[in-house]
């Protein structure tokens, strides 16, 4: 290797006419330098910005979501729920429910959708990391919105004195002779501001699983998802199995890369190029 090295550093450096093909020699290489450090600044930030999308997700996203195959709930039982607890592989579990609501504070409004948890939900997610104020409690008509959602309306924290109203349409169906009677809509205080992305912030107002119910007129055991949170050992595809197996064919379950596909999509296609 000692020879090849001494040719090219005599080449480079020797003080001949060819004075310019040693300038364009050194100008290339310096190119090429460029060119890979470029590269790999370009393929450090892909690496980055997939961990902090991914990030995100597991944020808020459970290990496998339980969703109605058709219409919006799913009826889980206490006898279904007792089974289901059984099931080896689910470290936890929340039921949840969800549906677009109309909010009013003062002169302001907006839409979002009212994510009704239940108190194992902390469990199963790590969101309340991302509040600022405190996560809403169980007895009280008390709600988490968006940061996004917090600038649009402004309503505060702990504001006793001008509450916000979520506002919803009565399920059912016929003619409704009153336009008041056509909506149901309760009063809730605001405990806390969660801060996750753009599009998480401008979607959800948290609330309570009984509020929630409360608020769309749902029986007790009605629910639009049950989120489930693995175990470190658990084997994702036989869990599923296990829980297709007790509700039949009425619903059916994502994994958080589906309930992501466009985000896996295009960090996949990255990872490719």
Known sequence: MKFPFYIAKRYLFSKSSNNAINIITIIAAIGVFAGAFSLFIVLSGFSGLREFSLAFANEFDPDLKVIPKTGKTITFSKNLEEEFAKIDGIANYSKTIEERVFLEYKEKTAWAFIKGVDERYQQVTVIDSSVDGTWFTSSEPQVVIGADISRKLNPGIFNYNRPMRLIVPKPGKGQVTNPADAFNQKSVVVSGIYNINS???????????????????????????????LTAEADAEKVKAAILKLFGNSVEIRTRAQLNDVLYKMLNTENLA
């Open 199 to 229: 599009d998480l912030n401008d979607k959800y107002v948290f609330s309570n699983i009984a509020f929630a119910q409360s608020l769309l007129d749902l029986d007790k055991n009605t629910y639009s998802a049950i989120e489930v949170k």
